[in-house]
């Protein structure tokens, strides 16, 4: 079974550039999940996707940050414009519908963002 | 509000056996995961807890108790590639994940 995949795996920006973030999850999987980690600490969640739907954006800088699933699958993260505290890594996660309360989540291999 | 605790980092040596706390308090609860992750790359699932116990699994168990909103990772016969950061965290509503900032676990030879 193939993994998520991310792309691409490292970019370097100029501040006020934009920058869009590709993932593909598990074939199947129902939800999706953007995460920002800072060096250090743990995930922070950006947007969660169930199908092509969002269920919690919350946490998502709408300002500058948008996202897309289109057609339930394949998802898109944008920056515009980026900001020096934008810098970490953005990982994408899947899991299948939720069997109870189990609902493990299995991670892409991150997109490492240096904003200069 | 919703919190999950556990130490920055951790030093242990190469054979020996170390525990890994996580408190936590959070408005729902839907089990307590423990991920794995290796300096630059994602996390990796390791275990699973739902009920109060102990979970064994090779050399990596994990245990629960729900009424004091605890839980910790035991890791056995240290080995070099053990090396990382083990992020404790708890499912939520929405089937959500809320995250502790993870232990940084270096291992001495």
């Known amino acids: 079974e193939a993994g998520v995949a991310q792309s691409p795996r490292y970019k370097i920006i100029e501040k006020r550039q934009s920058v869009a973030f590709w993932c593909n999850p598990i074939s199947g999987h129902a939800t999706l999940y953007w995460y920002q980690q800072i060096l250090g600490q743990g995930p922070k969640l950006l947007i969660q996707?169930?199908?092509?739907?969002?269920?919690?954006d919350s946490q998502l800088p709408k300002d500058r940050f948008s996202a897309e699933r289109l057609k339930g699958v394949d998802s898109t993260l944008k920056i515009q414009p980026a900001k020096l505290e934008d810098s970490a890594v953005y990982l994408c996660?899947?899991?299948?519908?939720?069997?109870?309360?189990?609902?493990?989540?299995?991670f892409g291999p991150g997109t490492r963002l240096t904003v200069l | 509000g919703q919190n999950i605790d556990q130490p920055t980092e951790m030093t242990a040596t190469e054979g020996a056996i170390v525990q890994i706390n996580c408190t936590y308090q959070?408005?729902?609860?839907?089990?307590l995961f423990w991920y794995q992750q290796h300096a630059g790359e994602a996390p990796t699932f390791l275990s699973y807890n739902v009920l109060d116990g102990l979970e064994e699994k090779g050399r990596f168990s994990s245990f629960l108790s729900r009424s004091k909103g605890y839980s910790y990772l035991l890791l056995k016969e240290l080995q070099m590639k053990d090396s990382a950061s083990y992020l404790c965290?708890?499912?939520?509503?929405?089937?959500?994940?809320?995250w502790g900032a993870g232990t940084k676990l270096i291992i001495k030879p």
């Open positions: 965290a708890v499912g939520g509503s929405n089937y959500q994940l809320i």
């Open positions: 996707f169930q199908n092509n739907g969002v269920v919690d």
């Open positions: 959070t408005s729902g609860f839907n089990g």
């Open positions: 996660a899947s899991s299948p519908f939720p069997r109870g309360s189990y609902n493990e989540q299995f």
